[in-house]
């Protein structure tokens, strides 16, 4: 039992930082979106090196380097801004290539019909194609934030006092009792947690399965 | 009969004029040198093998495609390729010209409704309840009020076809340009677009129709334009072509369409 309050100490830390990842990386993923649709070459390629660089490194990494790497005087981050901008910076990356995903199933005629009305490139891709990117793109999404709410179990390799954290100290501080029970703990909070995530996505699929 | 053009200032439509028009995709030569005149309020059907050009010479007069050489000139407004066409000129031509896809291409996420009033709204700045209003009179003249607060998946092949040029009527285009507009349908359903087309034709607009309707190509059309490979091989009078075509080529063509 008191393992469980233990470990639960550690939820809304766990929520903290997949949630705070999570939204730095669905608004930066916008102009990471733009970078790879632009006209011009250079920024396409730039934009598309960029991407493939974050998801190149291992995640871990990321938080390791903005951790421990990054402290120039006031800049050092502490645990928690590194855990958040590190995950945030990663997702920004996955979600601009969902995005991407998201416009290119939708068919020329749509950039078509909208060029041959006589509507500016703002209002197409704003009015016309992102809606029906983003409808096409929620299941992704949806699936995308399930892995980042367990990913964000490695902040507590930097120190974040996250559930993982919660249970790792609770193994240590009670190493003849406790066992393996915070760990037990900690997953099954993580399955409750998920497993909502993941009938929205499927049913955010079937949805738009249906109408389409 | 009820009129789908109104207003006064919708009855002027424009000419449409292309002169020595090319156009490569790569190394294949898809229009060659193409020249031809649509006169204001008149009706040019545009007929001949898949593959002649004619979708990509449709396709140029609004600028979907860039041609390589030529020009193209709706109304006032004239588009010389080759030269850095300004997104003002550009927009001007194609506020001139309506455009009716072959897969209708209607927004999914709009209501009926919706994709007839926002380009309205949008491009010739009415209010949204301006552009409804001219929205909803224009559905009601195709006969699909009932559907304007529907989403166009709901709607049948011929109805979204039919609410695709309402989207490009309620923008008071000079011309308009149809892409194989039934080839989409069952025999049946495209006889609604045709008649909406036909009562189009006669409230005078001027329009250029790629098409495989030979029936609609004789009756409706005053001009007929027979290409392939790139070129016009021939064109005059609809009637007097199909009855005695000139060229070996729009034989064959005609009698392998009419044997269908």
């Known amino acids: 039992m008191e393992a469980v309050v233990a470990v639960l100490l550690g939820l809304p830390m766990t929520l903290l930082v997949a949630a705070a990842a999570f939204a730095i990386g669905l608004v930066s993923g916008i102009p990471l979106l733009l970078g790879l649709r632009s006209r011009h070459r250079a920024v396409r390629v730039i934009v598309r090196f960029v991407i493939d660089l974050i998801r190149a490194v291992p995640p871990i990494v990321w938080l390791f380097v903005l951790f421990f790497g990054v402290s120039f005087g006031a800049l050092r981050f502490n645990a928690l801004a590194a855990a958040i901008i590190g995950l945030g910076v990663i997702s920004a990356a996955y979600l601009a290539e969902i995005y991407r995903g998201g416009f290119a199933t939708l068919p020329a005629g749509q950039t078509e019909a909208a060029r041959a009305l006589g509507l500016g490139r703002r209002s197409t891709f704003v009015r016309v194609l992102a809606p029906q990117a983003v409808r096409t793109a929620l299941p992704s999404i949806a699936t995308f934030l399930l892995a980042l709410v367990k990913d964000s179990s490695i902040a507590s390799t930097i120190g974040v006092t996250d559930m993982v954290f919660a249970a790792n100290t609770f193994v240590r501080q009670n190493p003849m009792t406790a066992g393996l029970t915070p760990f037990f703990v900690a997953a099954a909070v993580y399955v409750v947690i998920s497993i909502p995530l993941a009938i929205v996505a499927r049913r955010l699929d079937a949805r738009l399965r249906r109408s389409a | ?260």
């Not at chain 2, 002027?12 to 005149?37: E, P, Q, R, Y």
């Open chain 2, 1 to 260: 009969m009820p009129q789908l053009i109104t207003e006064a200032n919708e009855l002027a439509t424009a000419g449409v004029t292309i002169s020595h028009l090319s156009k490569s995709f790569g190394t294949n030569l898809v229009l060659d040198d193409i020249s031809m005149t649509v006169a204001a309020g008149s009706v040019t059907a545009l007929i001949g093998p898949s593959g002649s050009g004619k979708s990509t010479l449709l396709r140029c007069v609004n600028l979907l495609e860039q041609p390589d050489r030529g020009t193209v000139t709706v109304g006032t407004t004239t588009i010389e390729a080759g030269t850095r066409v300004s997104d003002r000129s550009l927009l001007a031509l194609r506020r001139q010209v309506g455009m009716v896809f072959q897969s209708f291409n209607l927004f999914p996420h709009m209501t009926v409704l919706r994709n007839v009033a926002y380009p309205q709204e949008k491009i010739l700045g009415r209010s949204r309840a301006e552009a409804e209003e001219r929205a909803l009179t224009l559905l009601e003249r195709v006969g699909l009020r009932d559907k304007a607060q529907q989403h166009p998946g709901r709607c049948s092949g011929g109805q979204q076809q039919r609410i695709a040029i309402v989207r490009a009527l309620a923008l008071n285009p000079r011309a308009m340009l149809f892409d194989e507009p039934t080839s989409a349908l069952d025999p049946e359903v495209g006889v609604e677009v045709l008649a909406v087309m036909r009562e189009l034709a006669e409230s005078g607009m001027t329009m250029i129709v790629v098409t495989h309707e030979m029936q609609f190509a004789r009756d409706v059309s005053d001009h007929l334009v027979v290409m392939a490979d790139g070129r016009i091989i021939e064109e005059g009078d609809p009637r007097a072509i199909m009855a005695a075509p000139t060229e070996e080529r729009t034989r064959r063509f005609l009698s392998a369409v009419l044997e269908r």
